[in-house]
């Protein structure tokens, strides 16, 4: 359905995970920057305009690389679409690393992914997997108000089930329209 929603959307997207250097927690680099720039110029150049990225991938350097990539290059961002996730969480004085759904984190997280980008609304946010322990009436109640904020225009989600989408969709004044499934050259056990 992203097509329907964006016509100018590519089939094959460009997963953003290996922007910003490493996972160290460490500030990325100049080579970090102009690796990213590189990517994305040749990305767009054959043809993908959809970008995706995770609050969590390099610890948000992901983000911020790309934030900075569309600053130098801001012609670059008319031909793009944005999408992010949430809901996933590193270890922390909280507890371990888990799925969190609730309304504070997924708040929380949308804001922060909106900084990191530099933008002020998100083409498509994601549920970063499903959690089991999430009370979908304030997830959605949660995602309403977002969308209603103008935070985010679509919403999809990763690696659910058909019935998880179906329970949230009866929650939602708009349609879930995307479940990015995870598929790689590394990890594509459930085609074969």
């Given at each position: 359905m992203l097509k329907t929603q964006?016509?100018?959307?590519?089939?094959?997207?460009?997963?953003?995970?290996?922007?910003?250097?490493?996972?160290?927690?460490?500030?990325?680099?100049?080579?970090d920057l102009n690796l990213a720039t590189q990517a994305v110029e040749q990305a767009l150049s054959s043809g993908i305009t959809v970008f995706d990225?995770?609050?969590?991938?390099?610890?948000?350097n992901a983000e911020k690389v790309f934030a900075d990539v569309l600053n130098n290059q801001p012609d670059w961002r008319d031909n793009m679409i944005i999408q992010s996730k949430c809901g996933i969480r590193f270890e922390d004085n909280q507890g371990p690393k888990r799925y969190d759904f609730s309304p504070e984190w997924i708040s929380a997280s949308v804001e922060g992914i909106l900084s990191r980008l530099n933008i002020?609304?998100?083409?498509?946010?994601?549920?970063?997997?499903?959690?089991?322990?999430?009370?979908?009436?304030?997830?959605?109640?949660?995602?309403?108000?977002?969308?209603?904020?103008?935070?985010?225009?679509?919403?999809?989600?990763?690696?659910?089930h058909w019935y998880q989408i179906d329970?949230?969709?009866?929650?939602?004044?708009?349609?879930?329209?995307?479940?990015?499934?995870?598929?790689?050259?590394?990890y594509r056990d459930w085609v074969e």
């Amino acid at each position: 359905m992203l097509k329907t929603q964006f016509p100018h959307a590519s089939k094959l997207i460009f997963g953003c995970m290996g922007l910003g250097g490493n996972w160290s927690h460490q500030p990325y680099t100049k080579a970090d920057l102009n690796l990213a720039t590189q990517a994305v110029e040749q990305a767009l150049s054959s043809g993908i305009t959809v970008f995706d990225h995770a609050d969590i991938y390099t610890h948000g350097n992901a983000e911020k690389v790309f934030a900075d990539v569309l600053n130098n290059q801001p012609d670059w961002r008319d031909n793009m679409i944005i999408q992010s996730k949430c809901g996933i969480r590193f270890e922390d004085n909280q507890g371990p690393k888990r799925y969190d759904f609730s309304p504070e984190w997924i708040s929380a997280s949308v804001e922060g992914i909106l900084s990191r980008l530099n933008i002020e609304h998100l083409d498509v946010l994601l549920l970063h997997r499903p959690d089991p322990l999430a009370d979908l009436p304030e997830v959605a109640e949660c995602l309403t108000r977002l969308h209603q904020e103008g935070k985010f225009g679509y919403l999809g989600v990763s690696n659910m089930h058909w019935y998880q989408i179906d329970a949230l969709n009866k929650l939602l004044p708009f349609p879930v329209i995307a479940n990015q499934l995870e598929m790689s050259l590394g990890y594509r056990d459930w085609v074969e």
